[in-house]
């Protein structure tokens, strides 16, 4: 197997005489965050579209989610009426940090005011 100068097309698998390119992948890696960045979403749902991927998830407790392979690009999260272009990211990455204003966000999540960090801001 050889890497190309830039290290970004490999070649593998000769199979009948033909060579398959096979293009590194990353992760989608994300966390979703209040309006401020205080805080995050625990396990609110959106959906992911791109590639080859089309997904509803949930975020985890610590309002991330991850997953992989995916090809490297753009992809579209959906988290309520709100609209997001997000990039794939290398493995180990940390988290792509999106902040989700509350107005657009589903009516199943209710808010309870601003938080002491917010008031005193």
Sequence with gaps: MST????????AHVWRGK?????????IHFVLLTE????????????LRGPEISLSEKT??????RYAPVEFGEYELK??????????VAEDS???????PYDLLPDQIEWKGPTEEE???
């Design 4 to 11: 190309s100068a830039e290290g970004v097309v490999q070649w």
């Design 19 to 27: 060579a398959k390119r096979v293009y590194p992948t990353g992760e």
């Design 36 to 47: 401020m960045g205080l805080d995050v979403w625990p396990n609110l749902e959106f959906t």
């Design 60 to 65: 985890d407790e610590n309002g991330e989610f």
């Design 79 to 88: 988290v309520g009426e709100a609209v997001f272009r997000i990039p794939a």
């Design 94 to 100: 940390p988290p792509y940090r999106i902040h989700v």
């Design 119 to 121: 008031l005193n801001d």
